[in-house]
């Protein structure tokens, strides 16, 4: 029988900083999305933050970044980010059980009236553990959303094979046609009215403005990774990567200029970006969600999205909001 050693969970604070991003860099689940030195690209003042800290025995044992809506009666995981949830250590599920319990505990202490968290896919944990997931389920949690999300598997280098033969000649002719180039770059200002245009060709817009993406690249340089693709030298198309943990590296925003759309550059940028993330030690591609943004139902599929992201052999992966709602 083990000891129960109790946990005891804290508000974040700027003394906690370092401490904080030390964490998450060494957690097993944790992401570029759950670390401060990201969340400061927000606005002061944009979201009413409420990070907070599980400890035990004068030593922490998990994170939750979030913040508070609904005049603090609304706990939402992450705020301002992709990824939310409880980042911890590969820790056994009594543990992520008892983590969950305080953490309801706390909730109700504080008069939070429900609860919203968005842990990564199974993918972005360095050990795979849904204890997490698992606990809550096991506590009554429900499911707000699932969205579908695509990722390409790189980690045995052998990606391009898998791709549909279509898409194999294609990426071949962009090659043989040799008038078409991709490259590192930190143009953001060439690649966001690229980003906006096509954004608005599907009736949405980015979720980040020219200046977070600078702003960004200022505070995580090393977490995010422009890639611009040329015709001739005109900026014809572009990535940008977000680096997010040593496992998997996620195409935040993939976008062209439609009038050259016959040149298929997007199919150059994904496979360019499979093989530099392969190169540097990442096992996946996410692609990310393939929602229908112009549907009323956030859950509808974006079926030629979907076919588009299957034809480089990337697979379905949920996406979820889990809930809790108190009585």
Request: aromatic share 16%; hydrophobic share 35%.
């Amino acid at each position: 029988m083990y000891k129960k050693e109790k946990i005891e969970i804290i508000e974040y604070s700027e003394k906690y900083r370092q401490d904080w991003d030390s964490f998450v860099l060494k957690s097993n689940n944790g992401t570029m999305f759950h670390k401060q030195s990201f969340l400061d690209y927000h606005e002061s003042g944009k979201f009413d933050f409420y990070h907070l800290m599980f400890i035990q025995n004068d030593k922490i044992i998990g994170l939750l970044p979030g913040g508070l809506t609904d005049s603090g009666k609304v706990f939402w995981s992450p705020v301002g980010a992709s990824y939310g949830g409880i980042v911890a250590e590969d820790i056994p599920f009594r543990l992520a059980l008892q983590m969950v319990d305080t953490l309801l505990e706390f909730a109700a202490q504080k008069g939070i009236n429900e609860l919203f968290l968005i842990p990564p896919p199974i993918i972005y944990n360095k050990v795979y553990n849904q204890h997490f997931e698992y606990a809550m389920l096991y506590r009554k949690f429900d499911f707000e959303y699932h969205y579908i999300s695509h990722a390409i598997e790189i980690s045995d280098g052998n990606f391009f094979n898998k791709f549909d033969i279509k898409t194999q000649r294609i990426i071949n002719k962009i090659y043989r046609d040799n008038n078409i180039s991709i490259m590192e770059s930190t143009d953001f200002d060439a690649f966001y009215p690229i980003l906006v245009k096509n954004k608005a060709k599907h009736k949405s817009k980015p979720t980040h403005s020219l200046r977070d993406l600078k702003r960004l690249h200022e505070l995580v340089p090393d977490d995010i990774k422009l890639f611009m693709i040329y015709y001739n030298e005109t900026p014809i198309a572009g990535s940008l990567l977000f680096l997010t943990n040593p496992k998997v590296a996620l195409c935040f925003y993939i976008m062209m200029e439609y009038e050259y759309k016959n040149l298929k550059p997007t199919f150059l940028g994904i496979y360019e970006n499979c093989k530099w993330a392969y190169q540097n030690g990442y096992q996946w591609f996410d692609i990310g969600v393939s929602q229908d943004t112009s549907s009323d139902n956030p859950m509808t599929p974006s079926h030629n999205l979907i076919y588009f992201k299957e034809r480089f052999h990337a697979r379905g992966l949920l996406r979820t909001t889990y809930h809790y709602k108190f009585k």
